[in-house]
């Protein structure tokens, strides 16, 4: 096998992230709307809008600084950035010499700035009020996130992702552990806030009292709204993969080349499936929380990262 | 448990982390039913771990132990301390003397110091990790119960304590002579009665069952 | 196998109270009963005493558990006795509807299982029985505590049984931990204390340690060793005069006893500085807290229950400055305070009883109103406070004087600071009560004779034992000094 194109593979694995971000959503939202027996629009129809509104004319207030305008470019890129240093078929990720979780984590909050500052310069009095609820649930959230991928660091001994999900496959049934479960709950949990879905924040509803994400980018239109939503999807894909690959040993191939990609593709199709179906059962199920409760929401996925974390490394628990 | 087949060790081992977590799950909820039910649970975790423990060499007293704590300790204790909360009618905690965020932080903080103890006088192993474990949720059973003012919720934490117990010895020692096993389980039993009658009380007296009222002897 | 009968005949005479059909029949019955398994306990303890162990099936009882059966038998038998007027004086606050014919059945059954459950603690070989038997005894005695039904009794039993019960899981936690160190000593399954005792020297030292700490102050709380005894004021104060009798003799007694066992095994290990250690430094606390509190205190009960923190921690101190002396000391000064604390009790019941009133300074000028009780009660609070002729001033003497001999001098200064400033608080508050004229007019009278005479049988073997040893119980002290520092077990 030539090493030019196990490169290629591996540089190919965040444009797959980048194909396949509409489409989860669309099969998020088809398979919500029939749990709920509603019909729904097909799986593609997230493609479509965006290419709608790609085509669209962008309209932006009088008010508005350029911030504005640099706003959806900055988020998407920092997003897409992030999917450099994730490994999704392979066990390697393109820019994974030059940044671990760690990074990820810090690539992650760059867009919520940046759509933060965006939200509150428009001069609009929702945006100002998502972006200060977006903070404060960010801020929340963020050391839940950060403990939770550690309990999949402490196994490999890195904070490198790769390393980290490379890790876990290799040593797969025994990897099965509390500290694993513990871990997975704890990102699915973060993963529910930090994508701003049900428990949280509901993504299908434009209520002006509840919203958060939304109602950062209201006044965002055209070129503008199909980048924040391309990354706000592409952020989702993203954190499916991370518990994809880091929680559930199997299906990541062992060595880099195109052929066992082919293999892993399968088994990673199967896991990114069940994530999908997972999610949507659990959005049927929950209702929406208080703003006010949130805190204790992710406190509690902080408190599960951490005793994963316990159990995975320091004290190895239980009998 | 030294040479017991590894899958049956993973099983032990996650069934008793997962009581671990009945017993954050207990101190984060804020109605008392589901206090109840997380009790009800990790009695029931624990009852699968001591029949895992008891299956390789089999063990029979384990196994009887196993079953009767999920019996008694998963069923009928939970279902008598429904009864109680049903006929005092009352469902929430309501203003708890710590935080929920800040009850889940401490009881972390206190299973790091239980782990930090156990290991500071024992060597890693499978008995060191059971006592550790054992003294996480005696330790967590009393920060619920420092915590809280609800008597249902300090009941909770007592049988917590008790859980905790049941777990230092089945790691130890696989659990005590089977005739003191049954001793300790009538006298669980029959504290949950003195306590639910002591509940009904306290309603009966103070129109409530918030514990703080009960602070009139000093001195 | 009539070791078994010991425990078994409280038992059985709980099952006759519940079956009585008047207040008097039930309390006759109970009286019985009780005299009966006083009768049994001398007749087993002389066994002990002159003889091997007597043993039976599960069951052990060497010259300590005769001795500790003794005391605890000889107070229930007393309680009951004297329980009958405080039991009607109960019943006639309730009225008719309140307290049926049931509530003297439960008060006597209760009673009577109380009792059973702490001679089972005496007698019981098996560790883990001896738990189980100590959690019996806080259940069994939970609603004597709450007896009374009024809010401050529902507070004190609650507080009991939740403090108790918590504090006494750390016991077995210290029990399963000594089971583990004897499995890796060679012990066989079996949790009998003889055995870990002869096995003592083999275990390893660590696992004994953590033992004999989670033991002693699981069992500490339920002896009210401070700062573990904050129920006890509570409980002690809102029970029956007769319970609070039986809780500061003899209950506390028997934890202690818990206590011991543990620390036989733990001397027999780690040699005797380990756990004196810790006897000492609690007994020292104990002593510390309860000064102020006697100092201070308005309620009568509440005076005495700091008293038996005292006491506890006399004992304590006593095991703690160890060797022969202080042991026999500590052991005879479980006797006398058993003795002194029941006396207190009953007579400070019948005087606040005839008050109406259990504040200290309600009660005033009781010598005119309840002549002999008030006597009995100024004679219980000079030998409590350890005056020379009783026997109380003996056993401290003694703990003193091993304390010095071992060069506790700091603890020995302490200890006699500590116990002459509680002499002038308790002689206080005895002389404000029985001295002057009371506010009130009440008729001057006495209770019924008969619960007299048990109480002044108490003032007697109290000063016959300050002023005069007998050869027979200076024996019995001896074995079980004998037994406490390892001399003779199996």
Redesign the interface.
Same mark, same amino acid.
């Given at each position: 096998m030539k090493p030019g194109l196990a490169a290629a593979a591996v540089w190919a694995q965040p444009f797959v992230l980048l194909m396949l971000a509409p489409l989860v959503q669309g099969c998020v939202r088809k398979l919500k709307a029939v749990l709920q027996n509603r019909q729904g629009a097909g799986v593609l129809q997230p493609y479509w809008d965006l290419l709608k509104n790609l085509r669209k004319e962008e309209v932006v207030s009088e008010t508005a600084s350029p911030i504005m305008r640099f706003v959806p470019y900055a988020a998407f890129s920092a997003t897409f950035l992030a999917c450099f240093l994730v490994p999704v078929l392979l066990p390697a990720s393109p820019l994974g010499f030059a940044g671990d979780m760690i990074a990820l984590v810090y690539l992650l909050a760059l867009p919520r700035f940046f759509m933060a500052l965006g939200g509150l310069d428009a001069g609009s009095a929702f945006g100002g009020m998502g972006s200060s609820r977006e903070m404060m649930i960010s801020s929340a959230a963020e050391p839940a996130l950060i403990a939770a991928l550690f309990t999949a660091a402490v196994r490999a001994g890195s904070t490198g992702a790769a390393e980290a999900a490379s890790a876990a496959a290799a040593s797969a049934p025994?990897a099965? $552990?509390? $500290?694993l479960?513990?871990g997975f709950i704890a990102l699915f949990l973060v993963a529910l806030a930090e994508c701003g879905r049900l428990p949280v924040d509901n993504p299908a509803t434009h209520l002006e009292l509840t919203m958060v994400h939304e109602a950062m980018i209201l006044e965002h239109s055209g070129r503008s709204l199909a980048l924040i939503e391309l990354s706000s999807m592409l952020k989702l894909t993203l954190f499916l993969t991370l518990l994809a690959n880091l929680f559930i040993p199997w299906g990541l191939a062992s060595r880099t080349d195109p052929a066992s990609a082919v293999f892993s593709a399968g088994i990673f199709g199967l896991k990114l499936g069940g994530l999908v179906l997972t999610l949507s059962v659990v959005e049927n199920s929950t209702a929406k929380l208080r703003l006010f409760r949130v805190?204790?929401f992710l $406190? *509690?996925a902080f408190?599960?990262a951490?005793?994963g974390l316990?159990?995975e490394g *320091?004290?190895?628990? $239980?009998? | 448990?030294t040479n017991a087949p590894?899958w049956l060790?993973?099983a %032990? @081992?996650?069934l008793? +982390? #997962?009581a #671990? %977590?009945s017993a954050?799950a207990a101190l @984060?909820c804020r109605t008392l039913h589901l206090v109840i039910r997380a009790y009800a649970a990790q009695s029931v975790l624990l009852g699968l +771990?001591a029949l895992a !423990?008891g299956l390789e060499p089999v063990r029979w007293h384990i196994l009887a132990l196993g079953l009767l704590t999920i019996v008694l300790k998963g069923g009928a204790i939970p279902w008598f301390l429904f009864k109680v909360m049903e006929d005092v009618k009352i469902r929430r905690e309501a203003a708890p003397f710590i935080g929920?965020?800040a009850s #889940?932080?401490g009881? %972390?903080g206190l299973?790091?110091v239980s782990?930090a103890a156990v290991r500071s006088v024992m060597p890693?192993s499978?008995t060191g990790?059971?006592l550790?474990?054992g003294l996480t949720l005696m330790l967590l059973g009393l920060w619920l119960m420092v915590g809280r003012k609800k008597a249902v919720t300090q009941a909770v934490g007592l049988l917590i304590v008790d859980n905790g117990i049941f !777990?230092a010895a #089945?790691?130890t020692t696989f659990g005590m002579p089977m005739i003191v096993e049954l001793g300790l389980l009538f006298d669980l039993l029959v504290c949950v009665t003195v306590i639910g009658v002591l509940i009904f009380r306290i309603q009966s007296s103070f129109a409530s069952i918030n514990t703080d009222n009960l602070s009139r002897l000093k001195g | 196998m009539d070791l078994w009968l010991l425990p078994a005949a409280p038992l059985l005479t709980a099952a006759c109270c519940g079956l009585g059909r008047t207040p008097r029949a039930i309390h006759r019955v109970a009286v019985l009963g009780s005299v009966a398994t006083l009768a049994l306990a001398a007749l087993l303890a002389s066994r002990a005493f002159q003889g091997p162990p007597v043993t039976a099936a599960g069951l052990y009882m060497d010259a300590l558990s005769a001795y500790l059966a003794c005391i605890v038998a000889f107070l229930s038998a007393s309680a009951v006795i004297s329980s009958f007027a405080f039991v009607e004086h109960e019943a006639r606050q309730a009225g008719e509807a309140g307290f049926g014919i049931n509530s003297w059945r439960v008060y006597y059954g209760l009673l009577q299982l109380f009792t059973g459950a702490m001679l089972f603690v005496t007698v019981t070989n098996n560790l883990g029985f001896l738990w189980i038997a100590v959690e019996a005894t806080t259940l069994s005695s939970a609603f004597l505590v709450g007896f009374h039904r009024s809010r401050h009794s529902v507070e004190a039993a609650w507080k009991y049984v939740i403090l108790c019960s918590v504090g006494i899981a750390f016991a077995l936690l210290g029990t399963i931990i000594l089971h583990e160190a004897g499995l890796a000593a060679g012990n066989g399954h079996g949790l009998d204390w003889t055995s870990y005792a002869a096995l003592a020297p083999k275990m390893d030292p660590g696992l004994v340690r953590l033992a004999f700490l989670f033991a002693a102050i699981g069992y500490g709380t339920k002896a009210g060793l401070a700062p573990m005894h904050t129920w006890l004021p509570d409980a002690h104060s809102q029970a029956p005069n007769p319970v609070s009798a039986l809780l500061s003799g003899a209950l506390v007694k028997c934890s202690l006893y818990a206590i011991l066992r543990f620390h036989i095994v733990a001397t027999g290990c780690l040699g005797p500085g380990f756990s004196s250690t810790f006897f000492l430094g609690f007994g020292l606390l104990s002593l510390a807290i309860a000064v102020p509190f006697i100092l201070v205190q308005r309620d009568f009960k509440r005076l005495l229950a700091y008293s038996s923190i005292e006491h506890v921690g006399i004992i304590s101190v006593g095991l703690g400055f160890g060797g022969v002396w202080g042991t026999y000391g500590a052991l005879l000064h479980m006797l006398n305070h058993a003795l002194a604390k029941s006396l207190l009790f009953l007579t400070a019941g019948n005087i606040s009883l005839r008050y109406g009133s259990k504040r200290l300074h309600h009660v005033e000028g009781a010598l005119t109103v309840l002549p002999v009780t008030s006597l009995l009660f100024l004679a219980g609070a000079l030998a409590l406070t350890g005056v020379p002729p009783f026997s109380l001033f003996v056993s401290e003497f003694m703990i003193l004087l091993a304390g010095f001999q071992s060069g506790h001098v700091v603890s020995g200064l302490f200890f006699i600071a500590a116990v002459a400033v509680i002499f002038a608080g308790i002689l206080h508050h005895a002389t404000s009560v029985v001295m002057g004229t009371p506010r009130k007019s009440l008729a001057p009278g006495e209770p019924n004779a008969a619960s007299l005479l048990p109480l002044a049988l108490m003032l007697l073997a109290l000063i016959g034992l300050g002023v005069w040893m007998p050869a027979p119980l200076d024996g019995v002290l001896r074995q079980c000094v004998a037994i406490v520092q390892g001399g003779r077990h199996g």
């Open positions: 025994a099965l $552990g509390p $500290g479960a513990l805190p204790d $406190g *509690i408190v599960l951490l005793l316990l159990s *320091i004290l190895r628990l $239980g009998l | 448990m590894g060790y993973q %032990v @081992s996650f008793t +982390a #997962l #671990l %977590v954050f @984060s +771990a !423990v929920y965020p #889940l932080l009881g %972390v299973a790091l782990y890693e499978f990790r059971g550790a474990m !777990v #089945l790691s | -």
